[in-house]
């Protein structure tokens, strides 16, 4: 031990001092940065189709028809239980559903939960607006935080390109 100390005397254990000082402060302007950012997140996007509602109904509230417009499954094996998708690490659970709208809880391996929204809002007799949002609350953690400002550019790209499927998909139903 006094080896130690004598080791630990002087301008060393003020090096250590500072290091441990400096860590902290790190820290800390770290996570008071990650608290401007909001706790929740919704990346949302939207397309303008040709199409009826129940046809709009059917691709977005029935999981098993998602294979035809959302390319990840496609690839991947999905397994429908209940009102329950399981695919790769995601599991979809349908929550809520009315005319207008369908709600589904979305968990990723890793991350938090996301509510996951589909409406279809008439803009003229058969020309329909499909608004697609995902909305995740995160905690005060500042690397959940930090991982939020992804979920625009991850998310949304994905999300237009889903979308754009759909469309096609709809437009060959019509013709």
């Known amino acids: ?91 979809i659970t349908l929550t809520q559903k009315n005319d207008t709208s369908v709600t589904f809880n979305w968990v990723a391996t890793g991350q938090r939960p ?8 008439p803009l003229q007799t058969g020309i329909y607006v499909i608004h697609w949002s995902f909305e995740q609350q995160v905690k005060w953690y500042p690397w959940e935080k930090f991982q939020t400002l992804l979920n625009e550019k991850v998310l949304g790209y994905k999300m237009e390109m889903e979308l754009a499927n759909l469309r096609d998909l709809l437009l060959k139903q019509n013709n």
Do not use: C, H
């Not at 303008?48 to 998602?66: F, R």
């Open 114 to 121: 996301y509510v996951v929204k589909f409406e279809w809002i």
């Open 1 to 91: 031990m006094q080896q130690l100390s004598k080791y630990l005397n002087g301008s060393k254990m003020r090096l250590i001092k500072l290091l441990i000082i400096s860590l902290l402060v790190l820290g800390l302007l770290v996570t008071a940065i990650a608290a401007l950012f909001p706790s929740t997140v919704i990346v949302s996007r939207a397309i303008e189709v040709s199409a009826t509602a129940s046809q709009i109904e059917k691709y977005v509230s029935n999981l098993n028809e998602w294979e035809g417009w959302m390319s990840d499954w496609k690839n991947n094996k999905s397994v429908l239980k209940d009102s329950t998708m399981y695919i790769g690490t995601q599991t």
